[in-house]
């Protein structure tokens, strides 16, 4: 990359775009950069050199894109998101540059495979699941749609865990992710960011008579930020994505080290970098949540000081709405709005009732949860400790919004209280939903079902003060690392039937519809299936000593694991065939041979999610032990499961689990990259598989279970879980099979918690959901067996499931919330 000054105007210069040029590049990086010569590079060299040349192809791009978007006074989207779950940068920045042939030859006239330095990549350890993966899918559109955004979240140093299985129980390790290079990162440490924590605030009387408040912090850390570059599809934009990394003000005291105490002497320094060591470090110790809370407001410091930063020095801050809207990607960065409100009031003067008006134009949220424990509630004595003045801006915001309530609604003390952002009971909080709602230009659900029910169930007395505040947007996801690089040979069979232009106009799939009815095409759709199954064997084997069978139906469920996604009923049903097999009453033979597969984390500290983990593992290795089964089922569990491991398993799959309870999950995205690379899905009305279910047609979706009201209905008169282990001999001898330790030699015991959770909590209704979803197994079976109808729903799977990009998402979110425009080349 080289830089050009002409007529005053600096322009930068991308490398030449040819094999030649760009071989001479990578010798360049790896010589200069790495500082080895071709002869004694290791693979991470040659890695770390391939990854820094191709981003030299994306900086003229970027710098141009910064430019642009400077001199247009364009409104950006400012993405607020304590994950961003990326995946591997190598391919989609080939992708975006349209070099990967380009490289690829170059790399072969130099004597190295492509494919080799491709596994060498580690994936970012900067998220946990769909929340995370979502914000990914979203940057990437927002790039691809030439709309300028910047999203802000933390460096986090080491992820939230490597998952291990030690004896079929997961065992957390550190995700060091950044051991060997991060090569895609751009440090900053000139725009540091202080961020106060602690102290007492005071009021005082300024220079014009006017009484004002003031924090006096005990404490600060910097937050130093490094920027990644997020590319566009083959549009020549580049966005960016900001991370920061904690550090002391005052790393390290040479008086107190030469004095001996080398530990104290550093100790400022690991207490502020714990800031920004994991993610989502244990909350359920009091040391746990201030961290939690600590990190939540160490980002959104950074990130809307460093926006506002930004502004140039003679900016009217009431024009801030025209030039930015922070969007809350759920409740972690609400501390976000007293913020914005502290520096608008305490910094820069304006008046409350002024900033307040540009505060609720500048923030939009989006609620991805329905279930009340994962809405954040903070103890008003630790936000109170940590970030007093905080406390005290929000307590005004909340006494001013009372006022409004009653003003609405008179004399109703019951309302007040269940809309106020104070809590009273268990313990005085702050209900941070509640402040994002009120605060919000905007509130979205993520699914039609969704938002219906966070109106009407979650935020009922919101909703019904501001209903135009409520809207919809449903997720998507990018078909650019879910369709294009994931399943390159699915990739090229669209391409061929419909042309290159479905990459970025996803709703182009319909074209395919006609083909299903295609003899031919349908064999040639059969066919990527296969290779996609016979991929992932290699990859698992390699990876995981794990021997895959391909001539068996994928039947696949990989999710965070958590009861309200019921992995508890998928393994009934595994249980249940077992049983039934080993007992004589089905032939192994008559159904069709599947191999299940799983891919789950659970939180360190979830002790029932662990426990499923250690149960879904241990019935995996009797049933594939067991030579009377062999042929017929088979459990495979591969251990960390992420975005690389996705990108192989998804395209192989027959069969997408999507089994929640209804009324449970806000979205999903998982069900929506198995529809489409062309897996049926088997699920409940729940999330945006109501949606899915819509688009594909009923004769191309396994619905079974109960509906949302009828959940209502259940949970509202009381639920006996036990009613139907006793009536269902089939439930019955499955659960009785784990309680009788066949699972368990060693410790017949172990998995009581979960029979006796099942038998009478069940929050999930489990077991009131088993026989449908046996029922809807029978007829997964039956379809399976006709294989050219098989094959036909997979692929009006595909060809229906357009509506399910995340650049369409975007559309909506810009024309439901933050009216932005895209800033395109002239």
């Given at each position: 990359?080289?830089?050009?000054?002409?007529?005053?105007?600096?322009?930068?210069?991308?490398?030449?775009?040819?094999?030649?040029?760009?071989?001479?590049?990578?010798?360049?990086?790896?010589?200069?950069?790495?500082?080895?010569?071709?002869?004694?590079?290791?693979?991470?060299?040659?890695?770390?050199?391939?990854?820094?040349?191709?981003?030299?192809?994306?900086?003229?791009?970027?710098?141009?894109?910064?430019?642009?978007?400077?001199?247009?006074?364009?409104?950006?989207?400012?993405?607020?998101?304590?994950?961003?779950?990326?995946?591997?940068?190598?391919?989609?920045?080939?992708?975006?540059?349209?070099?990967?042939?380009?490289?690829?030859?170059?790399?072969?006239?130099?004597?190295?495979?492509?494919?080799?330095?491709?596994?060498?990549?580690?994936?970012?350890?900067?998220?946990?699941?769909?929340?995370?993966?979502?914000?990914?899918?979203?940057?990437?559109?927002?790039?691809?749609?030439?709309?300028?955004?910047?999203?802000?979240?933390?460096?986090?140093?080491?992820?939230?865990?490597?998952?291990?299985?030690?004896?079929?129980?997961?065992?957390?390790?550190?995700?060091?992710?950044?051991?060997?290079?991060?090569?895609?990162?751009?440090?900053?440490?000139?725009?540091?960011?202080?961020?106060?924590?602690?102290?007492?605030?005071?009021?005082?009387?300024?220079?014009?008579?006017?009484?004002?408040?003031?924090?006096?912090?005990?404490?600060?850390?910097?937050?130093?930020?490094?920027?990644?570059?997020?590319?566009?599809?083959?549009?020549?934009?580049?966005?960016?994505?900001?991370?920061?990394?904690?550090?002391?003000?005052?790393?390290?005291?040479?008086?107190?080290?030469?004095?001996?105490?080398?530990?104290?002497?550093?100790?400022?320094?690991?207490?502020?970098?714990?800031?920004?060591?994991?993610?989502?470090?244990?909350?359920?110790?009091?040391?746990?949540?201030?961290?939690?809370?600590?990190?939540?407001?160490?980002?959104?410091?950074?990130?809307?000081?460093?926006?506002?930063?930004?502004?140039?020095?003679?900016?009217?801050?009431?024009?801030?709405?025209?030039?930015?809207?922070?969007?809350?990607?759920?409740?972690?960065?609400?501390?976000?709005?007293?913020?914005?409100?502290?520096?608008?009031?305490?910094?820069?003067?304006?008046?409350?009732?002024?900033?307040?008006?540009?505060?609720?134009?500048?923030?939009?949220?989006?609620?991805?949860?329905?279930?009340?424990?994962?809405?954040?509630?903070?103890?008003?004595?630790?936000?109170?400790?940590?970030?007093?003045?905080?406390?005290?801006?929000?307590?005004?915001?909340?006494?001013?919004?009372?006022?409004?309530?009653?003003?609405?609604?008179?004399?109703?003390?019951?309302?007040?209280?269940?809309?106020?952002?104070?809590?009273?009971?268990?313990?005085?909080?702050?209900?941070?939903?509640?402040?994002?709602?009120?605060?919000?230009?905007?509130?979205?659900?993520?699914?039609?079902?969704?938002?219906?029910?966070?109106?009407?169930?979650?935020?009922?007395?919101?909703?019904?003060?501001?209903?135009?505040?409520?809207?919809?947007?449903?997720?998507?996801?990018?078909?650019?690392?879910?369709?294009?690089?994931?399943?390159?040979?699915?990739?090229?069979?669209?391409?061929?039937?419909?042309?290159?232009?479905?990459?970025?106009?996803?709703?182009?799939?319909?074209?395919?519809?006609?083909?299903?009815?295609?003899?031919?095409?349908?064999?040639?759709?059969?066919?990527?299936?296969?290779?996609?199954?016979?991929?992932?064997?290699?990859?698992?084997?390699?990876?995981?000593?794990?021997?895959?069978?391909?001539?068996?139906?994928?039947?696949?469920?990989?999710?965070?694991?958590?009861?309200y996604k019921r992995q508890t009923l998928k393994v009934l049903h595994i249980v249940s065939l077992y049983e039934r097999i080993i007992s004589g009453e089905l032939d192994p033979a008559s159904i069709p041979p599947r191999v299940f597969a799983f891919g789950a984390k659970a939180a360190p500290g979830y002790k029932m999610a662990k426990q499923i983990i250690g149960l879904i593992n241990?019935?995996?290795?009797?049933?594939?032990?067991?030579?009377?089964?062999?042929?017929?089922?088979?459990?495979?569990?591969?251990?960390?499961?992420?975005?690389?491991?996705?990108?192989?398993?998804?395209?192989?799959?027959?069969?997408?689990?999507?089994?929640?309870?209804?009324?449970?999950?806000?979205?999903?995205?998982?069900?929506?990259?198995?529809?489409?690379?062309?897996?049926?899905?088997?699920?409940?009305?729940?999330?945006?598989?109501?949606?899915?279910?819509?688009?594909?047609?009923?004769?191309?979706?396994?619905?079974?279970?109960?509906?949302?009201?009828?959940?209502?209905?259940?949970?509202?008169?009381g639920y006996d879980p036990s009613k139907y282990y006793e009536e269902n001999a089939t439930l019955r001898r499955a659960i009785d099979l784990i309680a009788s330790g066949t699972f368990s030699p060693d410790d017949k015991r172990v998995f009581e918690p979960i029979v006796s959770n099942l038998l009478t909590e069940d929050r999930f209704l489990a077991l009131a959901d088993f026989q449908?979803?046996?029922?809807?197994?029978?007829?997964?079976?039956?379809?399976?067996?006709?294989?050219?109808?098989?094959?036909?729903?997979?692929?009006?799977?595909?060809?229906?499931?357009?509506?399910?990009?995340?650049?369409?998402?975007?559309?909506?979110?810009?024309?439901?919330?933050?009216?932005?425009?895209?800033?395109?080349?002239?």
């Amino acid at each position: 990359m080289t830089e050009n000054r002409v007529n005053g105007t600096v322009s930068v210069t991308a490398p030449q775009h040819s094999v030649e040029g760009f071989a001479k590049e990578f010798l360049r990086e790896l010589n200069f950069g790495q500082g080895v010569p071709l002869s004694r590079a290791s693979v991470n060299d040659q890695y770390l050199a391939l990854a820094r040349t191709v981003r030299e192809y994306l900086m003229a791009r970027w710098m141009e894109t910064l430019r642009r978007q400077r001199d247009a006074h364009a409104k950006t989207v400012a993405y607020l998101s304590a994950e961003y779950l990326l995946g591997r940068q190598l391919d989609n920045a080939l992708i975006a540059t349209d070099l990967t042939e380009i490289v690829e030859e170059a790399l072969t006239s130099l004597g190295i495979d492509l494919a080799t330095l491709r596994e060498q990549e580690v994936e970012p350890g900067l998220g946990n699941g769909g929340l995370g993966r979502l914000a990914a899918c979203f940057v990437d559109s927002l790039a691809t749609m030439s709309v300028p955004c910047i999203g802000y979240g933390i460096r986090y140093e080491y992820g939230i865990f490597r998952q291990t299985f030690v004896d079929g129980w997961q065992v957390e390790q550190p995700d060091t992710w950044l051991s060997l290079g991060a090569p895609w990162e751009f440090p900053h440490p000139e725009d540091a960011v202080t961020v106060h924590f602690g102290g007492s605030t005071e009021t005082y009387t300024d220079d014009d008579g006017v009484t004002r408040s003031r924090w006096v912090p005990a404490w600060d850390v910097l937050g130093v930020p490094y920027n990644y570059m997020v590319p566009g599809y083959q549009n020549g934009r580049v966005n960016t994505l900001r991370l920061w990394s904690a550090r002391a003000t005052k790393a390290f005291d040479l008086q107190i080290f030469n004095s001996g105490d080398y530990a104290e002497a550093v100790r400022a320094q690991t207490f502020a970098e714990n800031i920004s060591k994991v993610l989502y470090p244990e909350d359920s110790t009091p040391q746990g949540k201030e961290l939690r809370l600590q990190q939540q407001y160490f980002f959104v410091a950074c990130s809307i000081r460093d926006f506002l930063d930004g502004l140039p020095a003679d900016f009217d801050l009431h024009r801030l709405p025209d030039v930015v809207m922070f969007q809350l990607n759920d409740t972690h960065p609400v501390i976000g709005v007293p913020e914005l409100m502290r520096i608008l009031v305490d910094e820069k003067k304006i008046a409350w009732d002024e900033a307040w008006a540009i505060t609720q134009k500048c923030f939009a949220y989006t609620c991805h949860t329905l279930l009340p424990e994962a809405l954040e509630v903070w103890p008003v004595e630790l936000l109170g400790r940590l970030l007093p003045r905080h406390l005290e801006i929000i307590y005004r915001i909340n006494d001013e919004f009372l006022a409004q309530v009653r003003q609405a609604y008179p004399n109703d003390e019951l309302r007040l209280r269940r809309m106020s952002i104070i809590a009273e009971h268990p313990e005085r909080s702050v209900r941070m939903a509640f402040l994002a709602t009120i605060a919000g230009a905007k509130v979205n659900g993520v699914a039609a079902l969704h938002s219906q029910l966070l109106r009407d169930n979650v935020l009922p007395d919101f909703s019904e003060l501001w209903p135009d505040k409520f809207t919809n947007v449903t997720n998507g996801v990018t078909p650019r690392r879910f369709v294009r690089l994931a399943n390159p040979a699915l990739s090229d069979l669209i391409t061929d039937a419909i042309g290159p232009g479905w990459v970025t106009d996803l709703e182009r799939l319909r074209e395919m519809e006609p083909l299903a009815d295609d003899a031919e095409f349908r064999e040639r759709f059969r066919a990527v299936k296969l290779a996609n199954k016979q991929r992932l064997a290699g990859v698992l084997a390699t990876r995981d000593g794990i021997e895959l069978r391909t001539d068996a139906m994928l039947d696949v469920m990989v999710k965070r694991l958590h009861e309200y996604k019921r992995q508890t009923l998928k393994v009934l049903h595994i249980v249940s065939l077992y049983e039934r097999i080993i007992s004589g009453e089905l032939d192994p033979a008559s159904i069709p041979p599947r191999v299940f597969a799983f891919g789950a984390k659970a939180a360190p500290g979830y002790k029932m999610a662990k426990q499923i983990i250690g149960l879904i593992n241990h019935v995996g290795a009797t049933v594939n032990a067991d030579p009377r089964v062999q042929g017929a089922l088979t459990v495979v569990f591969p251990p960390n499961y992420n975005v690389t491991l996705a990108e192989k398993l998804i395209p192989a799959a027959d069969l997408s689990e999507q089994i929640s309870l209804a009324g449970k999950e806000a979205s999903g995205t998982g069900n929506m990259k198995f529809a489409l690379n062309g897996a049926l899905t088997i699920g409940t009305d729940d999330g945006a598989n109501v949606e899915i279910r819509e688009l594909v047609g009923d004769d191309n979706f396994f619905l079974f279970g109960l509906l949302e009201p009828q959940v209502a209905e259940i949970q509202a008169v009381g639920y006996d879980p036990s009613k139907y282990y006793e009536e269902n001999a089939t439930l019955r001898r499955a659960i009785d099979l784990i309680a009788s330790g066949t699972f368990s030699p060693d410790d017949k015991r172990v998995f009581e918690p979960i029979v006796s959770n099942l038998l009478t909590e069940d929050r999930f209704l489990a077991l009131a959901d088993f026989q449908a979803y046996l029922d809807a197994q029978e007829r997964v079976d039956v379809a399976y067996r006709d294989v050219e109808g098989w094959t036909r729903s997979a692929i009006l799977n595909v060809a229906r499931s357009g509506f399910f990009s995340s650049d369409r998402s975007m559309w909506d979110y810009i024309d439901r919330i933050w009216h932005s425009q895209p800033v395109v080349a002239r």
